[in-house]
């Protein structure tokens, strides 16, 4: 069994960062695509960041320049800078990843539980 667990979530004033953290366990072979998605209220999931295993990663348009997201292969962990926040990045953020669980190759998903930010002042 794998688990994805986030971290880092909070509130945060409008122009402020949050550094997010996923982080997974259990029985993992190797992990292919990790992404970030967010859902905000009354608004479909939509997916934020994703990066493969060799550090290539790709945003949506509402935010680039303002938002990095790595990871760490060693250490089975990506995360997400979010620097100059917007009341509009208000949302439950969760981490997506492909996981592989045995050598046949074949890659599973699995999500995190989700945490919360909220851009206020």
């Known amino acids: 069994q794998v688990q994805l667990v986030e971290s880092g979530g909070g509130l945060v004033q409008p122009g402020g960062s949050l550094r997010l953290s996923c982080a997974a366990s259990?029985?993992?072979?190797?992990?292919?695509?990790m992404d970030w998605y967010r859902q905000a209220p009354g608004k479909e999931r939509e997916l934020v960041a994703s990066?493969?295993?060799?550090?290539?990663?790709n945003y949506a348009d509402s935010v680039k320049g303002r938002f990095t997201i790595s990871r760490d292969n060693a250490k089975n962990t990506v995360n997400l800078q979010m620097n100059t926040l917007r009341p509009e990045d208000t949302a439950v953020y969760y981490c997506?990843?492909?996981?592989?669980?045995?050598?046949?190759?074949?890659?599973?998903?699995?999500w995190g539980q989700g945490t919360q930010v909220t851009v206020s002042s």
């Open positions: 997506k990843a492909e996981v592989a669980i045995s050598s046949i190759g074949v890659f599973y998903v699995y």
């Open positions: 259990g029985s993992i072979l190797s992990i292919g695509r």
């Open positions: 990066i493969i295993s060799g550090g290539s990663s």
